[in-house]
């Protein structure tokens, strides 16, 4: 069963240009969420999609925006790059709504923004 | 507002010495808690949780409600378990699907 597969791993940005990560889950998975890791912040919670609908959202700017597709892939777009968005963007899938379920993640896509 | 604390940001022992990460949360409901690792150039993955109450890899953790603690304990560490762990909360409850709050993790080193 391959797992969760992000690309591209390294995407390397200007300040103000827009860019769009994506995410296969799990097959048969059909939650999707993401995480943005830095080290001074550590692992943020982004969003979450369930059967392409948006669930749950964390405490980001509407710059960073998300969509899951009817296979339940998803893509998480940042518009108006800033220097601190550089960050590994994680995402991680499961099956979706159960208690104490178990989150798959992915290797991540790294951004830099220069 | 729900908040995890790994207050060691780095941890080294030797090997065949007890290991201890210590994980400290912040939610007034009834928490699920999970342990998360990541093993160099891998991803991160479920290291346990505590509603399964098991043993993985030796570790183990419980969760005491009256110190808001789920520590991280194996009696024997081994090289192999070097490792960055992260402490993760999730609400219980439907509107916290996929949202885990993570602590800043705690970078484990096992000296041979």
């Known amino acids: 069963k391959a797992g969760v597969t992000q690309t591209p791993r390294y995407l390397i940005k200007t300040r103000g240009q827009q860019v769009t990560l994506s995410c296969s889950p799990i097959s048969g998975h059909r939650s999707v969420s993401w995480y943005q890791q830095t080290p001074g912040q550590g692992l943020q919670f982004l969003f979450e999609?369930?059967?392409?609908?948006?669930?749950n959202k964390g405490n980001f700017p509407g710059r960073f925006s998300g969509r899951q597709f009817s296979n339940s892939r998803s893509e998480m777009n940042v518009s108006t790059l800033e220097l601190g968005d550089s960050a590994l963007y994680l995402c991680?899938?499961?099956?979706?709504?159960?208690?104490?379920?178990?989150?798959?993640f992915g290797s991540g896509t790294q951004l830099s923004v220069l | 507002a729900q908040r995890v604390t790994q207050p060691e940001k780095l941890l080294s022992v030797f090997k065949g010495a007890p290991v201890e990460l210590k994980c400290n949360y912040s939610?007034?409901?009834?928490?699920?808690l999970f342990w998360y690792v990541q093993y160099s150039r891998q991803r991160l993955q479920l290291l346990l949780r505590?509603?399964s109450r098991e043993s993985i890899k030796g570790f183990t953790a419980d969760l005491n409600k009256g110190e808001t603690s789920f520590h991280l304990k194996k009696p024997f560490a081994q090289e192999e378990d070097s490792a960055m762990y992260y402490c993760a909360l999730k609400s219980s409850g439907g509107t916290s699907y996929g949202k885990l709050t993570f602590g800043q993790g705690t970078i484990l080193t096992v000296h041979p």
């Open positions: 939610y007034s409901g009834s928490p699920e």
């Open positions: 999609y369930f059967s392409e609908t948006q669930r």
């Open positions: 991680a899938s499961s099956l979706g709504g159960q208690n104490n379920e178990k989150l798959f």
């Open positions: 505590h509603i």
